[in-house]
């Protein structure tokens, strides 16, 4: 098949996990005789450099006409000064609002053989396999600001529609899963949550009699997720409470470098990047781990290009890299750190040697 896939490089490492992405999935197609097209556009603090904005309208036109965008991250101290009319982080937040991608997945499943990189105990880890579905596009972080020179608020709501959505697709992942959902909510305080409650517990038991739904209040949930890890199948929740738990959960894995993301929409083009950011303290040395960026264009594979097998093959690969242990320096633990090409190169050698490749297809 022939996809176009518009490149997001954006800050600090960036452009270096990108770049290693942008080879995994050129190799996919070499293997598997598929054409990907790759339009390399401006975001964040690039593209404030380059043209005053974080997002530029021609980055915007070419997600909206692409089959799938990719994307390293943004900011980092040059634009970070709390005065600043414009900063990077705009940029992001106004791609996703823009593009309706009001899910964001990020599923976490500790390897085996990257455990010792994890703070947790071994055998809590064993069989861990979640996923969080952050909603993307509301809350806290859409809501009305207001800055005085003695106050300032930051407003979170959320309609309905926008809850009912999101908690659909969680249920519908659940369904390919282990049937069970767990919504996180602070409803002991804020009316949000309150409602988020309300109608989760509706959605589920209108919509999905076959999926288990439980509440669980954010403060004691990221505790559980660190004490036992094994209960959870699919969590949902807002927008500002996901962005946190899942750098924690992240933890399960062993570092912030291995987790990919999905954000999808209804119909709309997809947007993939890892959770982590723009990591200014080792930007430019090139050793950021790449596996998260490489492993969210396996989901760009899976969701926007129905490619699953390709996706299976990226992450296979993966899998074999960390058995071996190819760590990169966040996952070496003062042992045999590899740099993001040679991370790379050990994932390219695994797609050539590993994937198999059914028949030929247009
Ligand atoms: P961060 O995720 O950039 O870094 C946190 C820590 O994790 C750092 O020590 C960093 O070196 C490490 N780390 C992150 N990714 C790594 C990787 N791939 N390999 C090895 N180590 C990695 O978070 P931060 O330092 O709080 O934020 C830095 C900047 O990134 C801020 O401007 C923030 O707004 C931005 N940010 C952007 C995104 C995004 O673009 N999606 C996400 C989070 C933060
Ligand atoms: C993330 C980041 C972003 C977020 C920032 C950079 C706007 O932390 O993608 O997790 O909070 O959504
Ligand atoms: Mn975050």
Redesign the pocket.
């Known amino acids: 098949m022939h996809a176009d896939i518009v490149v997001l490089p954006?800050?600090?490492?960036?452009p270096e996990?990108t770049a290693a992405a942008v080879d995994v999935l050129q190799a996919v197609a070499r293997r598997y005789s598929h054409r990907f097209t790759l339009h390399e556009h401006l975001i964040?603090g690039a593209a404030i450099d380059a043209t005053g904005t974080p997002l530029p309208d021609a980055t915007l036109a070419a997600a909206r006409d692409a089959d799938a965008v990719l994307?390293?991250?943004?900011?980092?101290?040059k634009?970070?000064d709390p005065n600043a009319a414009v900063r990077?982080?705009q940029g992001?937040l106004a791609i996703r609002k823009a593009l309706g991608l009001y899910a964001n997945l990020r599923p976490t499943r500790p390897h085996s053989a990257a455990i010792g990189a994890s703070p947790i105990k071994p055998h809590l880890l064993a069989g861990v396999d979640l996923l969080v579905v952050r909603e993307l596009t509301g809350g806290i972080y859409f809501g009305e600001r207001t800055r005085t020179e003695t106050s300032a608020s930051d407003l979170c709501s959320y309609t309905v529609a926008e809850i009912e959505r999101v908690v659909r697709r969680a249920c519908l992942l659940a369904r390919g899963r282990r049937g069970h959902v767990t919504s996180v909510d602070k409803a002991n305080v804020l009316e949000t949550s309150r409602l988020w409650r309300d109608v989760a517990t509706r959605i589920a038991r209108d919509e999905f009699p076959d999926i288990t739904l439980e509440h669980q209040l954010v403060d004691s949930m990221a505790m559980h997720l660190l004490s036992k890890p094994r209960a959870f199948d699919v969590i949902v929740t807002e927008n500002m409470f996901g962005d946190i738990l899942t750098?924690e959960a992240s933890m399960l894995a062993g570092?912030?470098?291995l987790l990919p993301s999905a954000s999808l929409g209804d119909g709309s083009v997809g947007m993939y990047?890892?959770?982590?950011?723009?990591?200014?303290?080792?930007a430019g040395q090139g050793?950021?781990?790449?596996?998260?960026?490489i492993l969210s264009a396996a989901l760009l594979l899976r969701y926007s290009l129905g490619l699953s097998m390709e996706a299976g093959c990226i992450e296979q690969a993966v899998d074999s890299a960390l058995e071996d242990g190819v760590f990169?320096?966040?996952l070496a633990a003062g042992g045999d750190a590899r740099s993001t090409r040679e991370v790379t190169a050990a994932v390219l050698e695994r797609i050539e040697t590993t994937c198999q490749v059914a028949e030929l297809r247009d």
């Open positions: 954006g800050d600090g490492i960036g996990v964040g994307l390293g991250a943004v900011g980092g101290p634009w970070s990077p982080e992001l750098d570092s912030l470098g990047e890892p959770i982590h950011g723009s990591a200014p303290d080792i050793i950021a781990n790449p596996y998260g960026t990169s320096a966040d």
